[in-house]
């Protein structure tokens, strides 16, 4: 019930995300502009806090993103 509803392409963003080093990377990797990448993000962060599970750090999202069963340990 306090897990937020993500896009398919919110997820394969924030999944990559952790995967990287870089939000350019991230961009680059996905054909998709930096802009693009931050403004996924943002959303992303913007659900969660509608949630009252605010994220704003990459540790946090990474947290939240395993209790919610979006990746396993395995997938960082």
């Known amino acids: 019930a306090h897990r937020p509803v993500l896009s398919a392409r919110e997820t394969e963003v924030l999944i990559q995300w952790f995967q ?8 680059q990797r996905l054909g998709i502009s930096l ?4 403004s996924h993000l943002e959303h992303i962060r913007i659900k969660y806090a509608m ?4 994220a704003p750090t990459k540790a946090m999202l990474v947290a939240r993103a395993i209790q919610d069963g979006l990746i396993q340990l ?3």
Not at 20 to 27: G, H, I, L, M, P
Not at 35 to 38: E, R
Not at 51 to 54: I, K, L, T
């Open 74 to 76: 395995d997938d960082l």
């Open 35 to 38: 802009s693009t990448v931050n």
């Open 20 to 27: 990287s080093q870089s939000k350019e990377f991230v961009a």
């Open 51 to 54: 949630r009252g599970r605010a």
